[in-house]
């Protein structure tokens, strides 16, 4: 059966394949410095906005198929391809965005995204029905996995590996075309074969051409519309300046436990918005006991660290740090340990021999 496609539908469905996959990429910008609850909203609408464009980017190419025969489709496996595309990219966007943040979860982002879109495209054409038969070539099948897989781990990988706007719209155009390149790539492979009896099939309400309008425009303003909420770039440099000034790790992070027992670590975890980073131990001032949590100090700011002086101890057991005031003085509610080399007065301990600093409140 000959198949044609139009072209201007196909411009359209590459276009907004990139603008979701910008989208959503511009989205879970920044979502590290969010507390939990807008962490996840942000996750979702992400999820919406990227999940939701592919599928798009998938009808309007399928509007653009020009067949001999009269075609519908089938409105539960409709239904079905748009939820699995929004399930899979936020799968994707919870893995990268919980946890700490590796290669190996990118990795992981993009395989579940190149799978989303392999089954969201196949699950799509599945809701074809009338007056022709879809077969599915192997060698289509593996070569559209193949391509969604691998690009989208690239775009991830490009997208990811430093958050300005250049690498989000780079991100952005290689996930669209890829996006497009797998659905594309599929239906070169795929072929459609009349029925011997005809039936009737009822004219559509809205012509193909309006229809593909239709989505593409509703793609565009529903995009921007989430654009606008996005956490501004300018806010997430700043931050990131800020931190990489003050030698914090600004990658999002994980309290690391075995068994439950401490391990020995040259990072220290603290928490902002409700999220925790870690905090090179070189870079420590002074650590401060206050009941079951501590107080880090680097020299300008305090910040609340989740474990107890008694856990930091064992966890930073052979460094070099002493502990203040020394035994038999001490009280538990007032233990803090101060690195050796660092002889500089901390604020709040009295009698401690050194060089003055300017004094900031531990």
Same mark, same amino acid.
């Given at each position: 059966?000959?198949?044609?496609?139009?072209?201007?539908?196909? !411009?359209?469905?590459?276009?907004?394949?990139?603008?979701?996959?910008?989208?959503?990429?511009? &989205?879970?910008?920044?979502?590290?410095?969010?507390?939990?609850?807008?962490?996840?909203?942000?996750?979702?609408?992400?999820?919406?906005?990227?999940?939701? *464009?592919?599928?798009?980017?998938?009808?309007?190419?399928?509007?653009?198929?020009?067949?001999?025969?009269?075609?519908?489709?089938?409105?539960?496996?409709?239904?079905?391809?748009?939820?699995?595309?929004?399930?899979? !990219?936020? &799968?994707?966007? %919870?893995?990268?965005? #919980?946890?700490?943040?590796?290669?190996? =979860?990118?990795?992981?982002?993009?395989?579940?995204?190149?799978?989303?879109?392999?089954?969201?495209? %196949?699950?799509?054409?599945?809701?074809?029905?009338?007056?022709?038969?879809?077969?599915?070539?192997?060698?289509?099948?593996? &070569?559209?996995?193949?391509?969604?897989?691998?690009?989208?781990?690239?775009?991830?990988?490009?997208?990811?590996?430093? =958050?300005?706007?250049?690498?989000?719209?780079?991100?952005?155009?290689?996930? *669209?075309? !890829?996006?497009?390149?797998?659905?594309?790539?599929?239906?070169?492979?795929?072929? #459609?074969?009349?029925?011997? +009896?005809?039936?009737?099939?009822?004219?559509?309400?809205?012509? +193909?051409? %309006?229809?593909?309008?239709?989505?593409?425009?509703?793609?565009? &303003?529903?995009?921007?519309?989430?654009?606008?909420?996005?956490?501004?770039? @300018?806010?997430?440099?700043?931050?990131?300046?800020?931190?990489?000034?003050?030698?914090?790790?600004? @990658?999002?992070? @994980?309290?690391?436990?075995?068994?439950?027992?401490?391990?020995?670590?040259?990072?220290?975890?603290?928490?902002?918005?409700?999220?925790?980073?870690?905090? +090179?131990? +070189?870079?420590?001032?002074?650590?401060?006991?206050? *009941?079951? %949590?501590?107080?880090?100090?680097?020299?300008?700011?305090?910040?609340?660290?989740?474990?107890?002086?008694?856990?930091?101890?064992?966890?930073?057991?052979?460094?070099?740090? #002493?502990?203040?005031?020394?035994?038999?003085? =001490?009280?538990?509610?007032? =233990?803090?340990?101060?690195?050796?080399?660092?002889?500089?007065?901390?604020? *709040?301990?009295?009698?401690?021999?050194?060089?003055?600093?300017?004094?900031?409140?531990?």
């Amino acid at each position: 059966m000959l198949v044609t496609y139009d072209p201007l539908m196909v !411009t359209a469905s590459v276009l907004v394949a990139i603008l979701a996959s910008f989208t959503g990429l511009r &989205l879970a910008s920044g979502l590290r410095y969010l507390d939990t609850p807008r962490r996840k909203s942000q996750i979702v609408k992400a999820a919406i906005a990227l999940g939701g *464009g592919i599928w798009s980017m998938h009808f309007v190419g399928m509007l653009a198929v020009q067949l001999p025969v009269s075609i519908n489709y089938d409105a539960l496996y409709t239904l079905g391809s748009v939820l699995i595309a929004i399930l899979f !990219t936020g &799968l994707s966007f %919870y893995l990268i965005h #919980f946890g700490v943040r590796n290669y190996v =979860r990118i990795i992981g982002a993009g395989v579940l995204t190149g799978l989303g879109i392999v089954s969201m495209h %196949y699950v799509g054409m599945a809701a074809i029905k009338g007056n022709c038969i879809v077969t599915y070539s192997p060698t289509g099948i593996v &070569l559209s996995t193949a391509i969604s897989v691998l690009s989208s781990i690239g775009a991830f990988t490009l997208a990811y590996r430093k =958050r300005t706007l250049l690498q989000l719209v780079l991100g952005g155009v290689v996930l *669209g075309v !890829t996006i497009s390149g797998m659905h594309y790539s599929a239906m070169i492979y795929t072929r #459609f074969m009349p029925v011997q +009896d005809l039936i009737e099939v009822a004219a559509p309400l809205i012509s +193909d051409g %309006y229809l593909a309008l239709f989505v593409a425009v509703a793609a565009f &303003l529903i995009c921007g519309l989430f654009l606008i909420t996005a956490f501004p770039l @300018e806010d997430i440099w700043a931050l990131e300046g800020r931190l990489s000034s003050s030698g914090h790790a600004i @990658e999002e992070a @994980e309290i690391e436990e075995t068994n439950g027992s401490v391990q020995q670590t040259n990072r220290l975890p603290y928490e902002l918005n409700k999220t925790t980073y870690f905090m +090179d131990v +070189d870079k420590i001032y002074s650590i401060k006991a206050e *009941g079951h %949590y501590s107080v880090l100090f680097d020299g300008q700011d305090s910040h609340f660290c989740p474990w107890p002086i008694s856990r930091i101890e064992t966890a930073l057991e052979g460094q070099n740090f #002493f502990t203040y005031p020394p035994q038999p003085y =001490r009280q538990s509610s007032a =233990r803090q340990r101060i690195p050796k080399r660092k002889r500089q007065r901390i604020p *709040g301990l009295a009698g401690f021999a050194g060089n003055r600093r300017s004094r900031q409140p531990l």
